[in-house]
């Protein structure tokens, strides 16, 4: 759902402000006192007792059904008079006999002989009428409790955006259709949590809830600026509670005086924030702002310092978007604001923000970039322990076999060559760089909607897949993925797309879409460069001593889906095995920088090959565990990180004139003390 300040694509910056600066351990409860959509309380849900509140009460609607909530309803009584599919039956049960005069949703928001507004076609008006007279009968009739009456009421509203023939909000309808407004109207089947937590959800004013809850983590996420929320929705505002209201203008505004935000108002704003900080009962305080809010950081800061800590105040900018004016040299540069602060006056939150700070510099714990694909063998797990091996000055950075593009992604270079022979998961990558974030996500959601995807509708995913293998669009892979077998990529030796459902486990979850948002905003900010060939088609010519080459080939030894030759790819050979490390020696003779991830033992098996090139470079030790990686499924393995270059600036020597050239560099596994020998390490 677009909402105007959601806070989708902010998710991991919250997160990350909170891991910095509070011991999660004594954490227990987290409170989003102006909700929204509820995407926050529910991204934190499955860590914390959230408390969730908002004065709409379509928002209300929404944390009831997916916070709230701990279960996906099973409709018992409906079943026991023969409704056995809610969903199929609100949809398609034949409405042409509805009483119309009970329709207020028709009567008044679509165009026919009463009205002339165009929010909805005729059909979906009706339709949207017919279902939310239909939840309320049930529960009139005691057919639905309070859990199910929510949750279908929070599936009607979410899926109205999709037929709306709106530019985002409902402030103002389209003057001509929108092509969206042609399709039926669906209900948007929701994911329900459950946390084993008595998880609490209000419809009230928030600086008149806050002295009446208490807690560990309080989240605001306040109006920034004048815009009211209430005419911006009304039509949802509506749906939800059905009240036939005395509407008014030509876009049929419900009255909201009693639902007006002093956080809207330049006059009021400052008043009501202090107001709310001084009588929060919370241990941290974690607010979301805009730069284009109408209180400034002074004044925001100000306010927090006088009611909490000052001592543990901390300020993060997110830049976001960027207008640029008619006038020459005047640009206006955006940015989210995430404040943090601690209402407890003592010292304790800034001896755990010295804690953490010494921790995360002893563990290079730096926030990596996860890929949205979920494909075999993917680095992102071992990142913090090759990344400090890699050059830090790198011009041009190849990575050859890219895969998840896992490493490329988090690569800080002037260019980046992102290569692989897989070109559907290149054609996913150009795709993500090259469309509007926003289309992308509209692509995505429209075909779950389109052919109901879940974690339960297998008959779904296989219409899907068969309609994919026929167009091939490179979004579809993606989606399809998202609700397949351990979210893996697989195909036949026809190049059609074969990996089964992933039933009650696989699904388009709220973190997976979250790590698609931030890998494609970054994906966006490099120079990327994308192309499909096969490794010895590197044009080594071209690369000089400022450009480092990173491989992370398919494993001779391992029995990886990718290296097997019945996919339709090439197979990994000895064959190939050599040419690439004599590749390498190659880039070794022109003095560019190299690093290789490999294995040397696997389940009893060891690469000869790989072992006896090695002893002429250096030898990272991994501590690696693919726990869902079908080439390391179990077996002791050993996995190495090969270059040809040591790195002056790490900790991984101090005299490399001393040491063996045939040598493990012991930097990343605790049973060595020193650096050893290829043979004496293997010996141990």
């Known amino acids: 759902m677009r909402f105007i300040g959601g806070k989708t694509e902010l998710l991991s910056n919250i997160e990350q402000v909170i891991n910095e600066n509070i011991d999660t351990k004594e954490v227990n409860s987290f409170c989003d006192i102006f909700s929204g959509t509820s995407c926050v309380g529910r991204y934190f849900k499955n860590r914390y007792e959230i408390y969730s509140n908002d004065l709409m009460f379509f928002s209300y609607v929404l944390q009831m059904a997916t916070i709230k909530n701990n279960e996906n309803p099973k409709f018992s009584k409906l079943s026991k008079i023969g409704i056995n599919d809610v969903f199929e039956y609100l949809e398609n049960e034949n409405i042409d006999g509805i009483d119309k005069s009970r329709c207020f949703i028709y009567n008044n928001y679509s165009p026919n002989e009463n009205c002339e507004r165009m929010y909805l076609s005729n059909k979906n008006a009706l339709r949207i009428d017919f279902i939310r007279c239909k939840i309320e009968d049930w529960k009139n009739d005691n057919l639905i409790d309070e859990n199910e009456y929510f949750y279908l009421l929070a599936c009607l509203i979410e899926g109205v955006p999709y037929i709306s023939n709106i530019s985002g909000t409902y402030g103002a309808y389209l003057k001509h259709w929108d092509k969206r407004t042609y399709n039926d ?272 509708n297998e008959e779904g995913f296989i219409k899907f897949r068969k309609y994919y293998n026929k167009h091939k669009h490179p979004l579809d892979l993606y989606t399809l993925a998202c609700f397949s077998y351990n979210y893996q990529f697989r195909f036949n030796k026809d190049l059609e797309y074969n990996n089964p459902f992933g039933k009650n486990k696989s699904t388009f979850s709220a973190s997976m879409k979250n790590r698609l948002i931030e890998f494609t905003k970054v994906l966006k900010s490099k120079n990327i460069i994308f192309t499909v060939n096969d490794f010895n088609d590197l044009d080594i010519d071209s690369l000089d001593r400022d450009d480092f080459v990173y491989c992370d080939p398919p494993y001779l030894i391992t029995t990886g889906s990718y290296n097997d030759g019945k996919r339709g790819f090439k197979d990994w050979t000895e064959k190939e095995e050599i040419k690439l490390l004599n590749l390498l020696d190659k880039l070794n003779e022109r003095g560019i920088k190299f690093a290789l991830s490999n294995v040397f033992v696997h389940k009893g098996k060891s690469n000869d090959i790989l072992i006896e090139w090695s002893k002429r470079y250096n030898v990272h030790l991994i501590n690696a565990d693919y726990s869902n990686s079908s080439h390391n499924t179990s077996g002791k393995s050993v996995e190495v990180l090969i270059t040809n270059y040591i790195n002056e600036s790490s900790d991984e020597i101090e005299n490399s004139d001393t040491i063996d050239d045939y040598k493990i560099v012991n930097m990343n596994n605790a049973n060595l003390d020193e650096q050893i020998t290829v043979e004496e390490f293997l010996n141990r």
């Open 185 to 456: 109207f669906k209900m948007v089947k929701l994911d329900v949590e459950n946390n084993n937590k008595n998880n609490k959800c209000y419809n009230k004013d928030a600086n008149i809830l806050i002295k009446e809850i208490e807690g560990d983590i309080l989240y605001l996420d306040p109006p920034y600026n004048s815009r009211q929320y209430v005419p911006n929705y009304h039509l949802l505002e509506t749906i939800a509670k059905y009240d036939n209201p005395e509407i008014y203008g030509k876009t049929g505004l419900r009255p909201y005086n009693d639902s007006k935000s002093k956080y809207c108002y330049k006059k009021d704003v400052k008043k009501v924030f202090e107001d709310l900080i001084k009588n929060s009962k919370f241990k941290h305080i974690i607010m979301s702002y805009s730069t284009d809010g109408i209180m400034s950081i002074e004044e925001i800061e100000s306010i927090l310092k006088d009611n909490c800590n000052a001592d543990t105040y901390k300020l993060y900018k997110i830049p976001y978007r960027k207008y640029v004016s008619k006038h020459e040299q005047e640009s206006l540069e955006l940015s989210e604001l995430i404040f943090y602060i601690s209402k407890e006056k003592d010292n304790q939150s800034k001896k755990i923000n010295k804690k953490n700070k010494k921790a995360s510099y002893n563990k290079h714990k730096i926030k990596f970039i996860k890929s949205p694909t979920n494909y075999i063998g993917g680095k992102y797990k071992i990142l913090e322990q090759i990344m400090p091996i890699f050059p830090k000055k790198i011009n041009t950075f190849v990575d050859l076999f890219a895969g998840g593009f896992n490493v490329g992604i988090n690569v800080n270079a002037d260019e980046i060559i992102c290569n692989d022979q897989i070109h559907f998961l290149i054609d996913i990558y150009k795709e993500l760089k090259n469309r509007d974030l926003e289309d992308i996500l509209n692509h995505i959601e429209s075909r779950i909607k389109e052919f109901n995807l879940s974690k339960e």
